[in-house]
């Protein structure tokens, strides 16, 4: 009997500890499969943010451009600016070009257009379409370039070099003193200067002003004379050449789009012209110092990339301005006056 109780006893034991190992493989088992799930879960996450990353890298950005006229400047300054952000942005990037044919109205109407569109940056090249840009909104990110000053431009009173708004950019303003330098490195016995320009720009009237205290400390005579728009322009100057004896027109649109009827006027009469930048001086002047619109194009390039994929702030980014100059001369119209340049000039390369 003993025998037999011990003996169920033993049974018992035996089925107990069975039981108690089929019960911790069956957690472990339980774990395993626990972890699977945990580690196929971590997988789909890490997967979902690769997808992220992958849709962020994928974005294609949306500029509009308002650029005010065709003219050598201002395309040269646009092709920097696509090319700069084209090479950084690769395809990822489209552009809305207009062209407002030199009319201000049609700058608003574009920049309306632009903003409506919802567009994540707008250039504007020149003033008026700056000027248009920043009426239109005070949220989408603006840039400038070919603008001469944008205080002047944007009528700050507080300028410290950033606007505090939504506008920032680069400035095509080349050095005025060593302009007016240049003109009297040529024309040392000049007696009267005309400084000619359109009443309709606020940043012409700003470098003439400019221009003008350069002359008075030299004591050289000047006279403005000032044309409301293109319709002005052949009596403006034909007034300018009877009476001074070297002219100098500044970086002006309405001039640059001109420069066939100013040389018209001027290269008969035998009168100079000193221009702004290279644009104006290859269609009517003999010399200029200028900067490359190209430069100041593909540097808003840059500033326009900083801003829409490292999350630059615009309002706090300083005006860029270019990073050189050239003494150039327009050899054809030297010739014909018989201006000799003196060495350091670069002849402007013509079309044949």
């Known amino acids: 009997m003993k025998k037999k109780a011990l003996s169920l006893l033993l049974a018992a034991a035996m089925t107990a500890a069975m039981l108690a190992g089929c019960g911790s493989d069956n957690s472990a088992a339980a774990d395993g499969s626990a972890s699977a799930e945990s580690a196929d879960a971590s997988a789909g ?143 040392p016995d000049v007696q009267k200067v005309g400084i000619l320009y359109c009443s309709a720009e606020p940043n012409s009237k700003y470098q003439a002003e400019v221009i003008e205290g350069c002359l008075e400390e030299d004591g050289i005579a000047y006279e403005e004379y000032t044309a409301a728009d293109s319709n002005e322009i052949q009596s403006v100057v034909t007034t300018a050449c009877d009476s001074c004896d070297v002219l100098y027109i500044p970086t002006d649109n309405t001039m640059a789009g001109s420069t066939e009827l100013i040389n018209n006027v001027a290269l008969p009469a035998g009168v100079p012209i000193i221009a702004g930048e290279e644009g104006i001086c290859a269609g009517c002047g003999v010399a200029t110092l200028s900067i490359s619109y190209y430069d100041i194009g593909y540097k808003a390039g840059e500033m326009a990339y900083d801003i829409l994929v490292n999350g630059a702030d615009v309002s706090t980014m300083q005006i860029e301005y270019a990073p050189q100059v050239t003494k150039e001369y327009n050899a054809a119209i030297c010739e014909e006056l018989g201006v000799e340049i003196p060495d350091g000039y670069t002849a402007i390369a013509t079309e044949e």
């Open 45 to 187: 996450d890490a997967a979902d943010a690769g997808s992220a990353d992958a849709a962020a890298s994928d974005r294609v950005y949306n500029i509009g451009i308002c650029q005010l006229l065709e003219h050598p400047a201002l395309d040269e300054a646009t092709k920097g600016f696509q090319e700069a952000l084209t090479d950084l942005l690769g395809e990822n990037v489209n552009f809305d070009l207009q062209n407002a044919q030199g009319e201000q109205a049609n700058c608003a109407t574009i920049c309306t257009q632009f903003v409506t569109d919802n567009v994540d940056l707008i250039l504007a090249n020149a003033t008026a379409p700056l000027q248009s840009a920043a009426a239109a909104t005070n949220t989408i990110p603006i840039l400038g370039t070919s603008i001469t000053d944008y205080a002047t431009a944007l009528d700050l009173s507080d300028w410290s070099g950033a606007t505090g708004t939504n506008v920032s950019g680069t400035s095509d303003l080349a050095p005025l003193d060593e302009q007016e330098n240049m003109l009297l490195e040529l024309f």
